[in-house]
Each structure stands twice: as C-alpha cells, then as structure tokens.
C-alpha cells in the first residue's frame, strides 16, 4: 500500500487557486508530521510548506509566505496545500512527504522525510 498519495495537480491559469490533496495510509497520524515539496526538472526537490504532528506549527517557503496554506485532517489522515495566485514559476510536480518525529513542534523542511509520494503536476500556463 502506498503511504501517500496526491491528488488535486491540474492546468491552471495565471492568478488561479487550487488544492492539492495528499492521503496518507499512515497511522497513526499524529506521529507524523507533514511537508508539501515541489521539483521542476533538471533541479532538486524544494521545500514548499510543512506542518507539525498536532498542526501547531507550521512553516513555508519565502516564495509562498502569505499564498500557499497547508493544512491537515486527522479524521480523514488528510493533508491540504491550498495555493492562490499561482503563477508560471509555481509549476512543478508537488510531493507529499511524511516525517516521523517525536517532537511535537517540529516541522519538516528539508527532504530527508520518512516517506514520499509520487507527486502531482502543476501547471500553470494562460
């Protein structure tokens, strides 16, 4: 069974919103705390947004500060990347990564995480 899985990457045009969805079949979720990362090609995974176990903390990239909004659902095991105002250089494929931690405040941001999805691809393109 895949541990995550992402969901919601579409066309979009310039200025647009949209949510990415990452199911997650790890459990217990509270263990876990959760990051968005996107990669475009020829370069590295970047860190886009993350959250801590119990949603206390969170953290994003300059870049998105004040655009992007991750969130999670612990009913559900459910992780949310809500983007607005997307523009050209947002489009990437967009993973979904896990960390397990015993620090309730920690938030991931760098992709050492325990566990990845396969992605979804943004594109943002009028």
């Known amino acids: 069974q895949v541990p995550l899985v992402e969901s919601g990457g579409r066309l979009v045009q310039p200025g647009d919103s949209l949510r990415l969805s990452c199911a997650a079949s790890?459990?217990?979720?509270?263990?876990?705390?959760m990051a968005w990362f996107r990669q475009v090609p020829g370069k590295g995974r970047e860190f886009v947004a993350g959250?801590?176990?119990?949603?206390?903390?969170?953290a994003y990239a300059d870049s998105v500060k004040g655009l992007f909004t991750i969130s999670r659902d612990y009913n559900d095991r459910m992780t949310y990347l809500q983007m607005t105002n997307l523009q050209p250089e947002d489009e990437a494929l967009y993973y979904c990564?896990?960390?397990?931690?015993?620090?309730?405040?920690?938030?991931?941001?760098?992709?050492?995480?325990?566990?990845w999805g396969r992605g979804t691809q943004v594109t943002v393109s009028s």
């Open positions: 790890l459990s217990p979720f509270s263990d876990i705390a």
């Open positions: 990564a896990a960390k397990k931690t015993q620090n309730t405040r920690s938030v991931p941001t760098t992709d050492d995480d325990d566990y």
């Open positions: 959250v801590s176990r119990y949603n206390s903390h969170t």
